[in-house]
């Protein structure tokens, strides 16, 4: 058992844009996050998770960075951060910062100069092509809809952009940029930080020649996975960075890497490689996603049993090899309450379920802001209540192709990353607390019953049965090491496992729907006594026998072999 720090803690997710607005401009800031942070302290958590918050023109809310050394005006200053960063160690709390390194803000001073003539020493900071015959240089799909390439008429060339045009992708076949990059990652580590979420990592080089894709009818994610994503060179950079920068610092890393199976991540995660400590999977994300059509926006209904057959793969694969990072809900996905549970009349329940859920895997688990108190999606009836450059550009690509306003919206419904980012809601006055002015982005309207405040008060809250999972997880060993099994794989209501440390046994028992299934214990566990640690339902007669369960009941047992009691 390879012990370590960021094996046994506990990440909060913070999108500072719709964290907190300490001035009333309506955008969250660094002010904001600080008068938080006994809140974040409370909660249990060790390690915050910071999205960007570089200087950005913010066409994708600070996923395109036009000064990786600086902080976003509207989210405070380099003093701002300081103090952040002082006073979340002060509470033990580290900090983990966001960094884009497969792109750019086409404000950024290195692509401006690119921009400006073929002959400038930055030109090949980007990638920059010739067209063919009056079109693009290839045939790959942006992951925001559309060519991948963009004309620039100053030079009559194109210009490379997996993301919106105003994200000019980074070429990392150039030396210099290397470097720049190294020295950037050594500046922030050296002002104390404690480690990276490494965006869009597995995108970082492109295959070669940059050719067409197979065939052009697949789905954009099965391109991105034979044209740009998580090619062998990406690893050679990594391990770069590693042995030159990242190996002389305590920090944790974990890269965003879609695309890939557990097998594979081995080659960014496996003890031995020296390149990453953990990587986001993206294949539990990808079930509502119809196969065929165009990916995300296409759904279809997701299945217990699938989840069930992703999830144990990834814990049986990386046991013992790599660490999990596992997450149901990021700045980039819909609420996890509204996507696996039911935000209607079990919101409560099946929040606390797939809480259960989220603190009982083997890997770390990340908190996306508002999970811990049920946020979920809000459902805008207008196209104008979004803000997310990827929801607006699908939107206008569809109408352009005919769709209906009403298909299109939803599936925003469904899958738009604002689901996500409206604001956090602290309390039921004028806009949840967010701002004392307007938001850049509605409130959603649930605010009055889904709160901060109410959930501080309410003994039976999803917040404070966050609290006592996290609690639990700190307490036992076995949450953090132990090995996972699965039972009953083929139930179609319940997800049952055990998590396993030397003697000590954690029997988990998940209802994830409305239906009330009977739960039979296992032949091979019927000779253990178990003590209840904790369930979303009050129990009252704890037994191993057959049990009815309610809807999205959770269980946490600890079991004991009765012949060595
Ligand atoms: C990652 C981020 C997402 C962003 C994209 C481009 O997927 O999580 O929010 O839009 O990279 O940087
Ligand atoms: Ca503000």
């Given at each position: 058992m390879n012990k370590k720090w960021w094996k046994e803690c506990v990440v909060y997710q913070i999108y500072p844009i719709s964290f907190?607005?300490?001035?009333?401009?309506?955008i969250g800031d660094l002010q904001g996050i600080i008068s938080k942070l006994d809140y974040i302290k409370d909660l249990g958590i060790d390690v915050v998770w910071l999205c960007p918050i570089y200087q950005?023109?913010?066409?994708d809310n600070g996923y395109?960075?036009?000064?990786?050394?600086?902080?976003?005006h509207q989210f405070g200053s380099m003093e701002d951060f300081d103090e952040l960063l002082k006073k979340a160690h002060a509470r033990g709390i580290k900090i983990v910062m966001d960094l884009v390194m497969n792109h750019t803000s086409d404000e950024h001073p290195w692509f401006i100069e690119s921009r400006?003539?073929?002959?400038?020493?930055?030109?090949?900071y980007y990638i920059w092509r010739k067209g063919k015959n009056g079109h693009p240089p290839n045939n790959w799909e942006s992951y925001f809809s559309g060519s991948v390439w963009e004309y620039d008429k100053t030079s009559d060339e194109y210009y490379m952009h997996?993301?919106?045009?105003?994200q000019p992708d980074l070429n990392w076949d150039n030396d210099q940029v290397f470097n720049e990059i190294h020295d950037m990652v050594r500046w922030w580590l050296d002002k104390g930080i404690d480690g990276f979420r490494f965006d869009?990592?597995?995108?970082i080089v492109k295959a070669q020649?940059?050719?067409?894709?197979?065939?052009?009818?697949?789905l954009p994610y099965v391109r991105a996975y034979t044209m740009?994503?998580?090619?062998?060179?990406v690893h050679t950079l990594l391990q770069h960075l590693y042995e030159t920068v990242l190996y002389n610092y305590d920090i944790m890393t974990v890269g965003e890497t879609s695309g890939l199976g557990p097998e594979q991540a081995l080659n960014y995660i496996?003890?031995?490689?020296?390149?990453?400590?953990m990587v986001f999977q993206f294949e539990h994300m990808q079930?509502?996603?119809?196969?065929?059509?165009?990916?995300?926006?296409?759904q279809t209904s997701w299945n217990l049993l699938d989840l069930k057959n992703v999830m144990s793969k990834w814990q049986t694969v990386l046991h013992g090899k790599g660490w999990n990072a596992n997450?149901?809900?990021?700045?980039?996905?819909?609420r996890s309450v509204s996507r696996f549970g039911n935000?209607?009349?079990y919101r409560k329940e099946s929040a606390k379920m797939l809480a259960t859920f989220l603190l009982t895997l083997e890997g770390t688990p990340y908190i996306f802001q508002g999970e811990e108190i049920g946020m979920t999606n809000p459902?805008?009836?207008?196209?104008?209540d979004y803000r997310d450059i990827e929801t607006l550009n699908h939107y206008r690509q569809s109408r352009r192709n005919g769709v209906t306003n009403e298909k299109i919206m939803n599936s925003i419904w469904k899958k738009s990353r604002d689901n996500s980012r409206t604001p956090m809601q602290w309390n039921d006055s004028y806009q949840a607390g967010f701002t004392t002015g307007t938001p850049w982005i509605k409130v959603n309207p649930n605010y009055p019953e889904v709160n901060v405040k109410k959930a501080l008060q309410d003994p039976d809250s999803v917040l404070n049965y966050y609290k006592k999972l996290i609690t639990l997880r700190k307490q036992h060993e076995v949450f953090v090491y132990g090995e996972y099994q699965l039972l009953h794989?083929?139930?179609?209501?319940l997800y049952v496992y055990t998590r396993t440390l030397q003697k000590d046994q954690l029997l988990i028992v998940l209802n994830f729907f409305d239906r009330t299934p009977v739960f039979d214990m296992p032949k091979e566990l019927a000779e253990c006594t178990a003590e209840l640690l904790l369930s979303n339902y009050e129990v009252k007669e704890i037994t191993l026998d057959s049990v009815s369960l309610r809807p999205f009941e959770a269980r946490i047992y600890r079991l004991t072999k009765t012949h060595e009691k």
């Open positions: 907190k607005d300490s001035n009333g401009d309506g950005s023109p913010n066409h395109d960075i036009s000064n990786y050394e600086a902080i976003m400006s003539s073929v002959d400038n020493p930055k030109r090949d997996l993301y919106s045009k105003h869009a990592i597995a995108h020649g940059l050719p067409d894709a197979p065939d052009p009818h697949h740009f994503s998580n090619l062998e060179k496996g003890d031995k490689r020296h390149e990453l400590n079930l509502d996603s119809a196969a065929g059509g165009t990916g995300k926006w296409e997450y149901l809900c990021n700045h980039d996905q819909p935000d209607g009349k459902r805008f009836p207008s196209i104008d794989p083929l139930n179609p209501d």
